[in-house]
Nanobody, 121 residues
Framework: VQLQAYGGGLVQAGGSLRLSCARS????????MGWFRQAPGKEREFVGA??????STHFADSAKGRFTISRDKNTVYLQMNSLKPEDTAVYYC?????????????????WGQGTQVTVSS
């Protein structure tokens, strides 16, 4: 499975961005897709995840009410609204075999390259 994340950029606090993650290759072991982020000097943290078949989602508390995840067949979207400076990070998409929508990064087998999101105050 290959994952390609894109859509990052610079936005002012209170603004919105939509990240995309395109999935390709042998995709049958990647029904659960997640978004993680890593700020400088911090550990990678879970943002949200979605099951492609069915569309169920799970979010970190920091994302609830502000971020949504949607999908079409091979692309997952992270819509981020009401962005805050503390949302500044490199955002990664990841995928794993269908199971629990886990928040743990090591449970995800496939990773895309990161895309930088910078929120200015």
């Amino acid at each position: 499975v290959q994952l390609q994340a894109y859509g990052g950029g610079l936005v002012q606090a209170g603004g919105s961005l939509r990240l995309s993650c395109a999935r390709s290759g042998r995709t049958f072991n990647s029904d659960d897709m997640g978004w993680f982020r890593q700020a400088p000097g911090k550990e990678r943290e879970f943002v949200g995840a979605i099951r492609l078949s069915g569309g169920s989602t799970h979010f970190a508390d920091s994302a609830k009410g502000r971020f949504t995840i949607s999908r079409d067949k091979n692309t997952v979207y992270l819509q981020m609204n009401s962005l805050k400076p503390e949302d500044t990070a490199v955002y990664y998409c990841a995928a794993k075999r269908r199971g629990i929508l886990t928040t743990i990064s090591v449970d995800y087998r496939y990773w895309g390259q990161g895309t930088q999101v910078t929120v200015s105050s």
